[in-house]
T-cell receptor, first 114, second 113 residues
Framework: DTAVSQTPKYLVTQMGNDKSIKCEQNLGHDTMYWYKQDSKKFLKIMFS???????INETVPNRFSPKSPDKAHLNLHINSLELGDSAVYFC?????????????FGPGTRLTVT | AQSVTQPDIHITVSEGASLELRCNYS??????LFWYVQSPGQGLQLLLKYFSGDTLVQGIKGFEAEFKRSQSSFNLRKPSVHWSDAAEYFCAVGAGGSYIPTFGRGTSLIVHP
């Protein structure tokens, strides 16, 4: 059983479109995250939710909107896609909102904007 | 704010050889430190972490890392590399009230047979 799953794995779309990436974790964790990994492999936190409440919102354009319908899901919706949004997006989860709590990562969604 | 540097973009070793991946951090107090591995097409997996106590930390898959405060380093080691260790390795540092670590740019490990 996959602990943290993301769909789709690959997403190719044109500039200006709106797309969503879904994330689900079956670990019973309270905290979920979205990271962006750029072409140089730098990994940066975008959002974090704890018990469905937004607790971290880094300097991310308003075109990105996370939604957590329940503790097991954290989806990422992106409006008006731009070329610079091309990256690999990782979802992760941890047992709780604590620095000692190991993060479990999903396999990533490779987004290509043309 | 904390930062982390992985000076080597690529490292090539022969199978069976020893490995050391370098990581240097910048932070005024004692940080908490992590090493993650990312296999091709996969998400990141935690290898080991250091918060306090013994400065030599054992992790999964036969890896270990040593925290050296005087050198601001947290280098990852493995005595004998296997072909399946070929992957991207990320060092990360967390500090203070932040529960989100800052990641380095990664070191790509290539293993020759």
């Amino acid at each position: 059983d996959t602990a943290v799953s993301q769909t789709p794995k690959y997403l190719v779309t044109q500039m200006g479109n709106d797309k969503s990436i879904k994330c689900e974790q079956n670990l019973g964790h309270d905290t979920m995250y979205w990271y962006k990994q750029d072409s140089k492999k730098f990994l940066k936190i975008m959002f974090s939710y704890n018990n469905k409440e937004l607790i971290i919102n880094e300097t991310v354009p308003n075109r990105f909107s996370p939604k957590s319908p329940d503790k097991a899901h954290l989806n990422l919706h992106i409006n008006s896609l731009e070329l610079g949004d091309s990256a690999v997006y990782f979802c992760a989860s941890s047992q709780e909102w604590d620095r000692d709590s190991e993060q479990y990562f999903g396999p990533g969604t490779r987004l290509t904007v043309t | 704010a904390q930062s982390v540097t992985q000076p080597d973009i690529h490292i090539t070793v022969s199978e069976g050889a020893s490995l050391e991946l370098r990581c240097n951090y910048s932070y005024g107090a004692t940080p908490y430190l992590f090493w993650y591995v990312q296999s091709p097409g996969q998400g990141l997996q935690l290898l080991l972490k250091y918060f306090s106590g013994d400065t030599l930390v054992q992790g999964i898959k036969g890896f270990e890392a040593e925290f050296k405060r005087s050198q601001s380093s947290f280098n990852l080691r493995k005595p004998s590399v296997h072909w399946s260790d070929a992957a991207e390795y990320f060092c990360a540092v967390g500090a203070g009230g932040s529960y989100i670590p800052t990641f380095g740019r990664g070191t790509s490990l290539i293993v020759h047979p």
